[in-house]
């Protein structure tokens, strides 16, 4: 069961463009979204995160948009660089002390110089 | 921050044997994580580690499969046991941390393991 849905598996951007990559949820205990940075042969390291009652937040180029009505959230990355090249995961801790972290699916995005 | 270090960082392996990848952290932390990242794929939660205590394994996996030892606060052993080709992925270690002052969540993840099974 995939708890958190992300989109598109792959994304081609070109430099100075925005790449945007979409997730959606169900399960309402999720109670904060970090998004994940991955580069080939490196674990997943964290970009930016958001809390539910936050509707945006931004942090140099990254930008997350949060609706928690239609329980979405959106990674915006602007003035794409092909150094942003890399693959991409949403994710969602489960509220309680536990903090168990469900990742999406993972978009990868390339950036053509 | 933390930094996570692995061993072996790869491996290839003959079916049914096992292998034992080690996961090292610079401080003392109370949540460790095992994941298995498939070429390609997402990450899935193995366990969670958590020091005096047992670990907890996620839906699909054993302990028999899976043992893990956690003896103190910055060490923590994998043990993929009787592999067959299947267990061929990256295995991930990972620890939590919480910066309060920032109200900011953290995982952060070791390098990997690659594991091939032929």
């Known amino acids: 069961q995939q708890q958190v849905k992300q989109s598109p598996q792959s994304l081609i951007v070109q430099k100075g463009g925005i790449s945007i990559i979409n997730c959606a949820y169900e399960?309402?205990?999720?109670?904060?979204f970090p998004w994940y940075q991955q580069f080939p042969g490196k674990g997943p390291a964290l970009l930016i995160a958001?809390?539910?009652?936050?509707s945006e937040k931004k942090e140099g180029r990254f930008t997350i948009s949060f609706n928690k009505s239609a329980k979405q959230f959106s990674l915006h990355i602007m003035d794409s660089q092909p150094g942003d090249s890399a693959t991409y995961f949403c994710?969602?801790?489960?509220?309680?002390?536990?903090?168990?972290?469900?990742f999406g699916s993972g978009t990868q995005l390339t950036v053509l110089p | 921050s933390a930094v996570i270090s692995q061993k072996p960082s790869r491996d290839i392996c003959q079916r049914g044997t096992s292998l034992t990848i080690q996961c090292q952290v610079d401080?003392?932390?109370?949540?460790m994580f095992w994941y298995r990242q498939q070429p390609g794929q997402s990450l899935t939660l193995i366990a969670t580690?958590?020091?005096?205590?047992?670990?907890?394994?996620e839906s699909g996996f054993v302990i028999d499969k899976f043992p893990i030892s956690r003896p103190n606060l910055t060490f923590s052993t994998l043990t993929v046991s009787n592999m067959s080709p299947e267990d061929s992925s990256i295995y991930l270690c990972?620890?939590?941390?919480?910066?309060?002052?920032?109200?900011?969540?953290?995982?952060?993840f070791g390098p990997g393991t690659r594991l091939l099974v032929l």
């Open positions: 990972s620890v939590y941390r919480i910066r309060l002052a920032e109200n900011q969540e953290t995982q952060y």
């Open positions: 399960n309402t205990a999720f109670d904060y």
């Open positions: 958001i809390r539910p009652d936050v």
């Open positions: 994710a969602a801790y489960t509220t309680g002390s536990a903090r168990q972290l469900t």
């Open positions: 401080s003392q932390v109370t949540m």
């Open positions: 580690a958590n020091q005096g205590s047992e670990a907890t394994y």
